[in-house]
């Protein structure tokens, strides 16, 4: 079974405009998995090591099947923040 984990991130950060602030994005997850207290712990692990996060929701999927693998992105490949 696959569940859908929404992820809040919060960052401070400064702008001349705002002052200091507290900048929140949310990250969605697919987790296989047996269970919603299942797929919370597989976020976790998952994340372990980043900060100022948050498991916002998780629902079950609607997606029945992942086909396919795709090719792990180079850390040089991935945007940087």
């Excluded at 029945?64 to 795709?70: C, D, Q, W, Y």
């Amino acid at each position: 079974m696959y569940y859908l984990g929404k992820v809040k991130f919060s960052e401070d950060v400064f702008s001349k405009s705002k002052g200091a602030y507290e900048k929140i994005t949310t990250s969605q997850f697919l987790v296989a998995a047996e269970s919603v207290s299942d797929a919370e712990k597989k976020i976790y692990e998952h994340l372990e090591g980043s900060h100022n996060f948050e498991v916002s929701s998780i629902s079950e999927s609607k997606i029945e099947a992942v086909i396919g693998k795709l090719k792990p992105e180079s850390p040089a490949a991935t945007p940087s923040k």
